[in-house]
């Protein structure tokens, strides 16, 4: 296991006291995510909003941000899309006797947006 090193002063008096074995060590002891660690630099507004996502979740930011790179790669690597889950269940082209290019015709689009 890494060598610990004591916390400092500033981040006890922010209530990080007990703050895992893995905030203090280069190694990960906390769980069973024993991979790779990254370092992410994030604005104070960003920072803000995890933390208020994590404390609404009852999660921890860690969890939130790989819950985020997950949906991230998942959508990049070619996940289906809700179009794909839609028409999977047979939602696409359901509603019968209408206009089969309606969203695709540009002459239906004359006035669609104005006021």
Request: aromatic share 4%.
């Amino acid at each position: 296991m890494g060598r610990l090193r004591p916390l400092p002063l500033r981040e006890i008096k922010r209530g990080r006291q007990n703050a895992l074995p893995s905030d203090r060590s280069d190694k990960m002891s906390d769980g069973p995510m024993k991979d790779h660690r990254i370092t992410v630099r994030l604005s104070p507004e960003m920072r803000r909003r995890l933390k208020a996502a994590a404390r609404r979740g009852g999660t921890r930011e860690s969890d939130l941000v790989r819950d985020a790179v997950e949906l991230k790669l998942a959508t990049e690597e070619g996940s289906p899309t809700a179009y794909d889950h839609a028409k999977k269940a047979g939602l696409i082209g359901a509603v019968k006797g209408t206009i089969r290019d309606l969203s695709t015709n540009p002459k239906y689009f004359d006035g669609f947006g104005g006021s």
